[in-house]
């Protein structure tokens, strides 16, 4: 996203160019500067991070295979991560952003993220991926466009709006992250947010007056892709658009069946993709929702997120009640999910169709059933777990810990099944076949949705029901469109299975997106190492931070506290980087 004068766009087009020229695929540079600042969204002054002073955080908007360079400087008074929610940083775990690929950026420092979007298409998000940050913000978008030469399955359309929604708490993360820890239930949340505001005040009994609100403006007639993406803590939200169809066209890097849908639920950390077309008379604005899902307190019912959409020849404010909606209908939501099929004709970043890999005919190398369960005691203190295991993160990251060959960091143990034995601790790893086919069916015996996060990757959702998975449900798999994707739901008492390629070589990390269940240990790792030597698996960063065993390796880090508005890069950009100075030089005494 670009700001400032037409002279500041010019001269960022032409870089783009000049990179382009020189180097193949472009570069595109960010500085970001993360901090605390003071946010009123429900009302009540509260503290939330952003980035360049933005809540939400800007907006990376870049086309396939194009080279990103984000250089961060944390001013937060914590370590500080960011991961890249669906990004799959081909042979490059290096620039993942979590626990076990990266040591933290320490508090006052800046460090440089350097990535491609190599064969990748559609709508992802950023979040801080340490300490429950993400309650508190640091989100933003991410628009993967497709390259001039592989048309859209659709018009074009005439304008993009990124859509933002979450539950909150007025409560600061650090408090948030303590209750947790402590095995105190996040409870109602104070509010549903959109785009970082309030609520509309649709009903003055429920929603407090003075509260600012997003407005989206529109032209009748118009067709605007809306991308929607679930940025929240724990809560599934439902989203909708008074009077108007979202026609689904993509969800998280797959371009989908186009279907219309009066509504979508949207769970925590999902992306979907919609065509809006402005085709209501205009006799008033309309309600834009995203309301919790699955929960039966009456509580509840007083917390929804409320923007408008408003027409420029609008003839009055929105009134009434919001679209109404039943809050508790898994079923329903099943079905919906099942619906949301692969579009097997369509091209994506590459100009063959994405039903060109046949992932029905492939043969399964691995089985892994994941079971999660409840919240329960571990040496006194209350976690999660998968698989019996609750994850505890080494000091020294694992990505690291492999490069180094140290002994005893982790181990490749991770069972494929739930063992007879007690919860524990422990450091256990997926060992993933290089160019294996992995299927993984996780069964929920939790009371709540959970969703399902894999790095590096984009695999099949292929079933998913109530009850417990046997080997039997494979009669049920769509093996022809299953729509590929990052993050899929589970429902309470119920399975959902995927299918994945596993030719990414990486540490890659295996989450719960929410937030509570992520945090006390529902997550691991898949370690996928490619036997012969690869050329072009991405070496160990020359900026690398140290952590952990390695500390004594860590050098002298002055450079990175000072941090200017000046483009930060690393080596492999550096040669390019000269030569497009030269270049612009040459262009200033033309």
């Known amino acids: 996203m670009v700001s400032g004068s037409p002279n500041l766009q010019v001269s960022f087009f032409f870089f783009l160019f000049v990179v382009s020229s020189f180097a193949g695929d472009p570069y595109v540079f960010y500085d970001w500067t993360v901090s605390y600042i003071t946010a009123s969204p429900l009302g009540d002054k509260q503290q939330v991070i952003g980035i360049n002073g933005q809540f939400p955080g800007p907006i990376l908007n870049v086309t396939t295979n194009w080279n990103v360079v984000v250089n961060v400087k944390n001013d937060l008074d914590e370590p500080l991560l960011f991961t890249w929610n669906g990004i799959q940083h081909r042979k490059n775990s290096w620039q993942d952003g979590v ?3 990266n040591c933290p950026i320490p508090a006052g420092w800046n460090w440089t993220y350097e990535f491609q979007v190599k064969d990748q298409i559609g709508s992802f998000f950023y979040f801080p991926s340490l300490n429950f940050q993400r309650a508190a913000g640091g989100y933003g978008g991410i628009i993967i466009n497709n390259r001039a030469v592989i048309p859209l399955p659709f018009g074009m359309p005439d304008g993009d709006i990124s859509i933002f929604i979450s539950d909150s708490y007025t409560k600061s993360h650090k408090g948030l992250r303590k209750d947790v820890e402590n095995g105190v239930d996040l409870g109602v949340p104070d509010g549903i947010l959109i785009n970082g505001y309030g609520p509309y ?3 003055p009994t429920l929603v407090k007056d003075g509260i600012v609100y997003q407005i989206i403006n529109v032209e009748p007639g118009k067709t605007y ?8 803590i724990s809560t599934s939200l439902n989203f909708r658009i008074q009077n108007h169809n979202l026609l689904l066209v993509e969800t998280e890097g797959s371009y989908t069946i186009q279907q219309n849908y009066s509504n979508m639920d949207i769970h925590v950390g ?6 809006v077309t402005m085709d209501q008379n ?3 604005d309309y309600y834009i929702v995203a309301s919790p899902r699955f929960v039966n307190s009456s509580d509840w019912s007083k917390v929804n997120g409320v ?6 020849n609008s003839q009055g404010p929105a009134s009434g009640p919001l679209p109404i909606l039943n809050d508790y209908d898994t079923y329903f939501s099943m079905n919906q999910a099942r619906s949301i099929r692969w579009n097997i004709s369509a091209g994506a970043a590459r100009p063959n169709p994405q ?9 399964v190398t691995d089985v892994y059933v994941i079971l999660n369960r409840p919240v329960e005691l571990i040496d006194g203190k209350k976690r999660t777990t998968l698989n019996g295991i609750s994850y505890l993160p080494p000091s020294t990251p694992l990505k690291l810990a492999q490069q180094f060959k140290i002994p005893g960091v982790y181990k490749l143990d991770f069972p494929n099944k739930l063992m007879n034995r007690p919860p524990k601790l422990d450091t256990s790893v997926i060992n993933g076949t290089f160019k294996g086919f992995m299927e993984i069916i996780f069964q929920n015996n939790d009371t709540t949705v959970q969703s399902y996060h894999l790095d590096g990757y984009a695999f099949f959702v292929v079933g998913m029901d109530f009850g417990v998975w046997t080997e039997n449900s494979r009669s049920t798999y769509n093996k022809w469109d299953g729509v590929a994707r990052s993050t899929t739901q589970v429902f309470p008492g119920a399975w959902t299975a995927i299918l994945v390629s596993l030719d990414n070589a990486g540490i890659w990390n295996l989450r719960a ?5 992520w945090y006390l240990g529902q997550e691991t790792y898949v370690s996928v190492v490619n036997p012969e030597a690869d050329q072009s698996e991405v070496l160990l960063p020359e900026n690398s931070i140290y952590c952990g065993i390695l500390s004594s390796l860590q050098k002298d880090q002055a450079q990175r506290v000072n941090f200017s508005g000046a483009i930060s890069i690393s080596g492999s950009s550096k040669t390019v980087f000269i030569m497009l100075i030269i270049a612009l030089i040459g262009h200033s005494f033309r």
Do not use: C, E, M, P
């Not at 039903?355 to 492939?362: L, P, V």
């Open 225 to 232: 892709r809306f991308r929607v993406h679930n940025v929240g």
């Open 282 to 284: 205009a006799s008033t």
């Open 99 to 101: 626990s076990g690929t």
């Open 201 to 203: 005040r649709y009903d």
């Open 513 to 517: 997106q929410n937030l509570d269940s």
């Open 355 to 363: 039903g060109s890999f046949k992932y029905g005919d492939i043969t």
């Open 270 to 275: 999902q992306s979907y993709s919609f065509l």
């Open 307 to 312: 923007a408008i959409l408003h027409y420029s």
